[in-house]
């Protein structure tokens, strides 16, 4: 399955570049995510583990590891904006960002 940018935005693979060069560019304005929720869906093994990063300065804004294997785990987010990033790793499964 391929990466999907709506609400929630679904990813199942890397990001080649930043959100902001993918969709934002493209949408003719460069506009923040304000991510309140993620889910990850499916992870196969406990100790898995996805990362999204600033594509710019590599600062690491979420990191997620599989606390129970093949269930969904659920992140609130404090909805702090994320004014460009990327899914950098991902280990198994598909990661949902609920904005």
């Keep these: 399955m391929a990466n999907t940018y709506g609400n ?3 990813l199942t693979t890397v990001m080649a570049s930043g ?9 003719g ?5 304000y991510p309140q ?6 992870p196969v ?7 999204i990063i ?14 129970v294997a093949k269930q ?7 909805g702090r ?3 460009d990033w990327k899914l950098s790793q991902i280990s198994s499964g598909t990661v949902q960002i609920y904005c």
């Excluded at 929720?37 to 499916?42: A, D, E, P, T």
């Design 81 to 83: 904006p994320w004014s």
């Design 19 to 27: 959100y902001q060069s993918t969709i934002g560019a493209q949408a």
């Design 37 to 42: 929720m993620i889910v990850w869906h499916n």
């Design 54 to 67: 600033d594509p710019i300065t590599s600062l690491v804004l979420f990191q997620g590891v599989c606390s």
């Design 72 to 78: 969904a785990q659920t992140f609130v987010l404090l």
């Design 45 to 51: 093994t406990v100790g898995d583990t996805f990362s």
């Design 29 to 33: 304005s460069r506009i923040p995510v």
């Design 8 to 10: 929630p935005i679904t």
